[in-house]
């Protein structure tokens, strides 16, 4: 089992940034690939990026690529998502989630086992 909880959404204004962390306990968290979703009000949830255990391999959506970074350390236990210039449209609630490992299916929802409660980002106009 991997317990997860995601910290650092707010209220932030066009073009500014947050970091979300997403830290781990139970289950050793650096066998673990990492992915990161979003769900904004009345819409499906979305994939947004991953990462390999190592956090050597990256993907990312192609609506988040170029503004968004993830990365995870294993020492701390944490994954993170760096997300600069951010938009209105980057609004909605962001989870973090667990796989055993990132295939070609990274971007798929039913590929990660475990997932965080979700936290809330909000950027206005």
């Known amino acids: 089992q991997v317990q997860l909880v995601e910290s650092g959404g707010g209220l932030v204004q066009a073009g500014g940034s947050l970091r979300l962390s997403c830290t781990a306990s139970?289950?050793?968290?650096?066998?673990?690939?990492i992915g990161w979703f979003r769900q904004a009000p009345g819409e499906e949830r979305e994939f947004v990026a991953a990462t390999s255990w190592t956090g050597v391999v990256t993907y990312y959506a192609d609506s988040v690529k170029g503004r968004f970074t993830i990365s995870r350390d294993n020492a701390k236990n944490t994954g993170y998502l760096q997300m600069n210039s951010l938009k209105p449209e980057d609004t909605a609630v962001y989870y973090c989630a667990a796989a055993a490992r990132l295939g070609l299916t990274y971007n798929y929802i039913t590929s990660y086992n475990y997932w965080g409660p979700g936290t809330q980002v909000t950027v206005s106009s």
């Open positions: 139970g289950r050793t968290f650096s066998n673990t690939a």
